[in-house]
């Protein structure tokens, strides 16, 4: 493992469990994603993480905007969901993601790549 990415797992270990970090850290490691990422890809598999962690909150009304489906965030709501969609769709591009077998995608993709809606919002 390169220096870098040491640097970046020691500062991820420091995350409560729970937390995007902690899942990232977890899924990055047991998948030894530093033999197929490149430095541009750690780069693009943890924007689109954040990305879909942000939907998820704008979506669940955890993001300190009020209610989850009020029609005055949709805008804003939108706009992350496309940067989110945008950031996924080059990470899947890249050769490194191209290179990982389709269960480890999977895996990637259940562990930091789902945005999440919450049953309680489904029935609003």
Known sequence: MHDE???YF???AGSAPGTL???FRVISQQLALHQAFSRNEWTLLGEAALR???CSSA???RDGYGPALHPEHELRRRSLEIAFLEARDMLFASP???S???GTQDQIIS????VYVDEDQLSR
């Open 5 to 7: 990415e040491q640097d």
């Open 10 to 12: 020691q500062e991820l």
């Open 21 to 23: 970090g902690t899942r």
């Open 52 to 54: 879909a962690a942000l």
């Open 59 to 61: 979506l669940n009304g």
């Open 96 to 98: 490194g993601w191209q």
């Open 100 to 102: 990982l077998g389709s």
């Open 111 to 114: 562990g930091v790549l789902t």
